[in-house]
C-alpha cells in the first residue's frame, strides 16, 4: 500500500480538513437519498484518489430511501475505505424549515453512538445567543468520542415559505450573509470545528422572486469570505453549492471554502438513469461514479486530493 493511504487511514478528520484548508483543497459532501449510491460515489473517489465526506440529512431518510442513520452506517462500512471518505451527519436543524421544533439531541447523540465521523447542527434560524448555547451543547455531546461538529450561521437562502425578493436584490444588501463579528464571537465561544456561512449561496435554486422564473444563477462575495476566514481561524462550509456560479465557486476554494455539500446534481443523475433504464442500479451506480469524478476533475478543477493531503501529513 502506498504511504499516503496508509497516512490517511490514520490520520483524525480533523487533521484531514486543517490541511485541506491550508492547501486550498475542496471537500465535497456527498448526499446519500438512496443507499446504493454510496459504492458508486466511494469507487470514483477510490479510482481518482480524491477525498470526500459520504453525509446524510434527515429529508434523505423521511423523504427518501436512506432508511435509517444506522442503514447508513452499515452501508458505510460494508464499503468504506477512511483514505478516500468519512462519513457525516448533515444538517440537524434546531427549527425546520416548516417552522416545528426536531428533537436535535436524539439525532446528533444517535449519529455519535453509532460512531459517525462528524455531525451538523443548524441553529441558524434562533437568536445568536440561542445558536450558541445548542451549538455549545452539541461540542460537549460530541467533542469527548472524537466528533467533529459543523454549526451555520446566517441565512442560507431558499428553503422559505412566502414571497422572496429577486435574488440581485437580496445579493446587493447582504441580507441574511454571515457576519465576521458574530462567526468570530461564535467560534470562541462554542468550539466547533467548521462553520457553514451564507455569502450569496442558496439551497436547491429559488429563482427571482417567483419559483416558476428561470433558475437564478448565485453569486458569492469573495470579498465577504476572506473577512470571514480571517475573523473564524477555522475550515468554513458552503450549502447550497448546486446553483453557484463555477468561477465564484473555485474563487471561494482558493479563499477559505474547505467544505460543499453536493446533493441535487448527484441524486438527479442516479434518478434519471434509474428511470431511463428501467431500474437498473448497476447502470444507475455507474452514471453516478462518471458524475462524480466530473465533478472533482472537471468543475471543482481538483486532482487526487486524498493522495496530496495524505503527502502533506506524513
Known sequence: MENWKKVMEKASLKEIMKTASNKHLVIPAFNIP?????????????EIECFALIEVARPDINRFQARSFAAIKKEFDRCKDTSVARLHQDHVPVIDEEGKEVDWKLLITEAVDLGY???????????????????????????????????????VMGHESGPIPPYDEIFASGKGFTSPEEAAYMVQKTGIDWLSVAIGNIHGAISGSAKDQKKVQARLNIEHLRKLVQKTGIPLVLHGGSGVQKEYVLQAIQNGITKINVGTEIRQTYEKTLKESGNNVKAAQEALKEKTKEILNQYYEMSQTARKIGEALY
Open 117 to 155: 465521523d462528524s455531525v451538523m447542527i443548524d441553529g441558524s434560524r434562533l437568536s445568536l445567543e440561542e445558536n450558541i448555547s445548542i451549538s455549545k451543547e452539541v461540542v460537549d455531546i460530541a467533542h469527548p468520542s472524537g466528533v467533529l461538529v459543523e454549526a451555520e450561521l446566517g441565512a
Open 34 to 46: 438512496y443507499l446504493p449510491m454510496m459504492e458508486a460515489i466511494i469507487e470514483a473517489l477510490k
